[in-house]
């Protein structure tokens, strides 16, 4: 099982991303729910990051069909969607990723505006990922439709969100190893349907409890805290 290794940014500092993009992970992530990405700077960051061999994910703010095909103009590799609470809602995420016959995404992406190349329909509907995330006790009851719905490539979790839906911590549902689990339930149904599945971690230590669960596709660490370390090992040099 090979680590996808995932950082999380919240920032529309289009240097520092194109410097996170160099730094070797596997792919970056734009928070547009918890951080100040809006549509104006989807546009920004698209062009700067059309070049950047590492693809981009955004997590949108909200089951939106809008938000989502914005976010794919900009060029995004995929969406993560929160707020899921049921199959219904995954289904209307999946149909959002992708265009006619599979889906009703609306046709306009952001490179014709800048002179870029764009895909056919076709090879975007091949190429787009779909995450829905599982962090409300809806979605978990859901799990197995939602894993088996049509157009949906992942699943992801929100630790966060999903402990304080569960009445738990982030800590204890990590720790939580049993067969009937939370997360053994979400990595389940992700391998009876055959897709990813993968989840927040923000720190290395929760990245190897996720991976130890089954799920490879971490966001590893954020913007701010590889900033952070940056500088205390600037100044620990000192």
Known sequence: M???RGIWTCTTDVDLLLRLAAGGFDWLALDAQHGPVDRAAL??????????????????????????????????????VPSVEGVADAERAALATRYPPLGDRSWGPFATLWGGTTSTPEEANQAVQCWVMVETSG??????AIAATPGVDG???????????????????????????????????????????????????????????????????TDGAVVAAGVGAVLGDL
């Open 43 to 80: 546009h920004v960051i698209g062009r700067a990051l059309a070049g950047s061999p590492t693809p981009f994910l955004v997590r949108v703010p909200a089951v939106d069909a809008a938000w989502i095909g914005a976010a794919l103009d900009a060029g995004a590799a995929g969406v993560i």
């Open 139 to 144: 979605a978990l009851d859901d799990v197995d």
């Open 2 to 4: 090979e680590t996808s």
């Open 155 to 221: 699943l992801f979790v929100g630790p966060f969100d999903l402990s304080l839906s569960l009445g738990t911590t982030p800590e204890a549902l990590l720790a939580d190893h049993d067969p009937a689990g939370p997360l053994a339930r979400v990595v389940a149904a992700a391998q009876r349907q055959g897709i990813l599945v993968g989840g927040f971690a923000g720190a290395p230590e929760g990245a190897r409890a996720f991976v130890a669960h089954g799920i490879p596709f971490v966001a590893v660490t």
